[in-house]
């Protein structure tokens, strides 16, 4: 995974950042227990723990609740992806 931190709000923690994910990797199940994360897909597609796949296109966008476990068991085709946290995105690893 490739990370580039376009904009962070250094007193909340807030972040928008451009992340790369390779074919094949996981995204460990997670949480982020001080924010709430938006993400928007660019291209690619990742297998979710429950089976379906979930594209990434430019028309895809996923919200998570603050606390609320998210991941993905394989990327099946490499993702570039704008992520959004409202607070310190500091993440939980759960599995």
Known sequence: ????TLWKDEK???TL???KFPEGVADKIHS???ANQIVIGLSGEMEMPDGNVAPLTPTAAYYFDKGEKHG???VTKECL???F???PPDPEIIE
């Open 85 to 87: 946290w409202d607070g």
């Open 12 to 14: 909340t923690g807030a």
């Open 1 to 4: 995974m490739k990370q580039k």
């Open 81 to 83: 992806t704008l992520f």
């Open 32 to 34: 982020h227990p001080e």
């Open 17 to 19: 950042a451009l992340i």
């Open 72 to 74: 993905a068991s394989k």
